[in-house]
Every structure is written in structure tokens, then in C-alpha cells.
T-cell receptor
Framework: EPEVTQTPSHQVTQMGQEVILRCVPI?????FYWYRQILGQKVEFLVS????????KSEIFDDQFSVERPDGSNFTLKIRSTKLEDSAMYFC???????????FGPGTRLTVT | GDSVTQMEGPVTLSEEAFLTINCTYT??????LFWYVQYPGEGLQLLLK?????DKGSNKGFEATYRKETTSFHLEKGSVQVSDSAVYFC????????????FGAGTRLFVKA
């Protein structure tokens, strides 16, 4: 069964450093998403991406964040200058179209020290 | 804006007990509704879904019915097992815009042998 994959599974970085979280969505899907979950809290929407552009973003997704689909298979989330409060589990998701559910990846745990 | 409210946990039950986790939503239009499960240290797994009013989603003994009149999507299981111990998230997906998923806060379930 096709699945969304994410790398790395765990990333440790120092405050102020840039990080790139990588995702490979399911191959025929058209909509791509990033969510985050701070430890013990709810899953929060960050951004949705369709047709090579951002279709919606949350208040969390400020100028420190960016997304890219550089090569037609990968979907990346970049945090330009990490802060302690960026420590969270980041989930990538994809969906085929608006009539189908999202499929989530296993997540990348980001720890900012 | 759209939102999901679910009962606070943790919920502690003995094996073979009946489970109900309440979930209500606020949304414009006609969202799709989901229950996701997160086992310790793992990602989000879709448990069941319902895409229109009066639909019943079911999987692995869990059920939930999309009730438009009460804007609810309560999760039930007739006989829980220790292996059902996890965090359960109620969620809705809007059928407009970027089709993002909005999650409830999650309910932690502990099942004792």
C-alpha cells in the first residue's frame, strides 16, 4: 500500500539554525500539507500546497517557514532560524483530491536546543 | 472559524468495557469527519471516516455516526482491549479552499487488563 514517508525521523538542531524537513507524498496525490504537534498537544495545521503554490496557511506559518516541491516528488518544509518553541513533531500529509482523506506520514521529531 | 471539541481525558476503562468519546464540531458547509488514532511514539492513523450526514464510519470494532442535527461524531466501541490504549483525535476536513484538516485536542484512552 502506498504511504507518505518523512526524513529524518528525528532532527536535533541548535537555536538559530536552519532545518529542512523532507517528505515524499504518495505519487498520484495533488494536495500536500504540513502539520505540527507540540508534545502532548493538539495537531495544528501549518500550510497546504496545491499546483505548486501555497493554497492556505495558518498564523503559525510566518516568514520563518517556507515550503517547496523541488523535483515533483519531494515536499519540503524549511524553518529558516529555529526557535526553542519550534520543537515539535512535524507531520506531512497528502491527498489525491478534495474527495479523499489525507494520508499522514510518520512524522519528524524536531528538537531545538 | 471551524473547530472540533472533544471530551477531555484521560479516559480509563477496564478491558471489555464500553467506550464513548464525545466529539462535536463547528463548521460552515458540509465537512467530512474523521477519527484518527495515535499509538505511543507513532504517527497518526486514520481510524474511520464519514463524508455526509447520517453516514456511519466503522473499523476494528469502532463506530461513529455523522449527526448533522447535533453536529456530533461520537466514537464508540462495544468492548475495548488493552491494545486500544492510545490517543484518539476527532477531526474535520473542509471541502473548500485548501481542504485542510482541523483536529480536536485529543483524548487519551487507558485500558486496564
Amino acid at each position: 500500500e502506498p504511504e507518505v514517508t518523512q526524513t529524518p525521523s528525528h532532527q536535533v538542531t541548535q537555536m538559530g539554525q536552519e532545518v529542512i524537513l523532507r517528505c515524499v507524498p504518495i505519487s498520484n496525490h495533488l494536495y500536500f500539507y504540513w502539520y505540527r504537534q507540540i508534545l502532548g498537544q493538539k495537531v495544528e495545521f501549518l500550510v497546504s500546497f496545491y499546483n505548486n503554490e501555497i493554497s492556505e496557511k495558518s498564523e503559525i506559518f510566518d516568514d520563518q517557514f517556507s515550503v517547496e516541491r523541488p523535483d515533483g516528488s519531494n515536499f519540503t518544509l524549511k524553518i529558516r532560524s529555529t526557535k526553542l518553541e519550534d520543537s515539535a513533531m512535524y507531520f506531512c500529509a497528502s491527498r489525491a483530491d478534495q474527495y479523499y482523506e489525507q494520508y499522514f506520514g510518520p512524522g519528524t521529531r524536531l528538537t531545538v536546543t | 472559524g471551524d473547530s472540533v471539541t472533544q471530551m477531555e481525558g484521560p479516559v480509563t476503562l477496564s478491558e471489555e468495557a464500553f467506550l464513548t468519546i464525545n466529539c462535536t464540531y463547528t463548521a460552515t458547509g458540509y465537512p467530512s469527519l474523521f477519527w484518527y488514532v495515535q499509538y505511543p511514539g507513532e504517527g497518526l492513523q486514520l481510524l474511520l471516516k464519514a463524508t455526509k450526514a447520517d453516514d456511519k464510519g466503522s473499523n476494528k470494532g469502532f463506530e461513529a455516526t455523522y449527526r448533522k442535527e447535533t453536529t456530533s461524531f461520537h466514537l464508540e466501541k462495544g468492548s475495548v482491549q488493552v491494545s486500544d490504549s492510545a490517543v484518539y483525535f476527532c477531526a474535520l476536513a473542509r471541502n473548500t479552499g485548501g481542504f485542510k484538516t482541523i483536529f480536536g485536542a485529543g483524548t487519551r484512552l487507558f485500558v486496564k487488563a
